[in-house]
């Protein structure tokens, strides 16, 4: 839950951008070398940095909802299996087989305690631990211990399943997060509903990530969706290392003009975004539903798939409930989907014609520069 007094305060420089006519602002314009958008060399750099030696945000904890629950997926080209132990441990591991390399289970989630190849019927349990060779007296195998799942580094924090994609890599989640670490924790994501999850492929992982930190474009992109409800290029901006929150103004801000301050709810006036670096966005906590999305570059500089999950702060049961959840749910995939991602193709596909050896990230737009900054330091 977000802290009243805090939530006070961003409402207030809300309301003084509101009223100048004003935004958060960084002290000059930025210039991104085009290179960086489209070269295959500094893609596979930073890729490799950032994407396969840092902490992500693989999974979240509703997706593992109980002990005994598993979660097959595939990222960035790895496939991954996430159990959930009797003890309530999750674990992460590659999704293959330590015989011939066969994929154990097909992507999705379920109950299971067991995973039996469907080539040869070797068996492990949730802990990834080798528990059964078919055939084993034939085989000529006594040691298993050595043979037990390929496991990743993984920690579960604020309702996320973290995770680095490397084995053997240290991972240290809390120093990763640092400050912000507290910050998700108000969100509760780990008692919200999974209501759906979609998979929607985009251009670029740098333009991708472009729009989801910055105001500025919301108006003319959104007027239908996002617009009715929230300002643009009003940004109230914080940061916590590489991780930011980025606070927007709801449409009824000025309502707090008329209410004493001590009685104010402004996160009813707010709409916030926690954005974790390198590739996780929550947004839009409104209403009681919430969008999560995971943007995963593609083998390329020019491709990129999201996975897209709506939350509801409790399964939806009456027909205003159902009805309420399913318009969000639909809201958010024409956003992205039909708004965002074909202006993203658009630049994407344009890039090579020439016209720009830089691209220029305004004042106004200092989420962005901010995510450069860190791209550049975690890449070196």
Known sequence: MQDKDE???LAKRALAHMDAGTTDQCEDVMRLPIETYIDPDYFR????????AKPLGLALSVELPEPGTYLARKMLGKPLL???DKEGQVHLFLNVCRHRGAGLCEEGRGKA?????????????????????????????DDTESLGLVELPCAERAGIVWGA???????????WLGDFQAELETLELDSWYLYDQRKLPGPGWRVTMDGYLEAYHHDNVHPDTLSPHTMGNLLVHDTYGPHQRLTM??????ELKEIPEDEWNAIEHLRLIHSIFPNMSVSAILGGHCLISQILPGDTPDSTVTIQTIMAAKKPETVEE??????????????????????????????PAGANDVFLIGRNELAIQHYQKAVEKYSN
């Open 249 to 254: 103004a709801r449409r009824n801000l000025a």
């Open 165 to 175: 994609l490397t084995p053997g890599i240290e991972l240290n989640i809390d120093a």
């Open 7 to 9: 939530m006070r305060a």
């Open 322 to 351: 159902k009805e309420a959840t399913q318009a969000f749910s639909e809201m958010a995939k024409f956003a992205v989907g039909v708004e965002d991602y074909p202006i993203g193709n658009s630049i994407q596909e344009c890039i």
């Open 45 to 52: 750099k930073t890729y490799d940095a950032i994407f396969l």
């Open 82 to 84: 996430f159990t959930r």
């Open 113 to 141: 305690t067991r995973f039996s190849c469907p080539y040869h019927a070797w068996t492990y349990d949730s802990t990834g631990r080798l528990v059964g060779i078919y055939g084993k007296n034939t085989f000529g195998m």
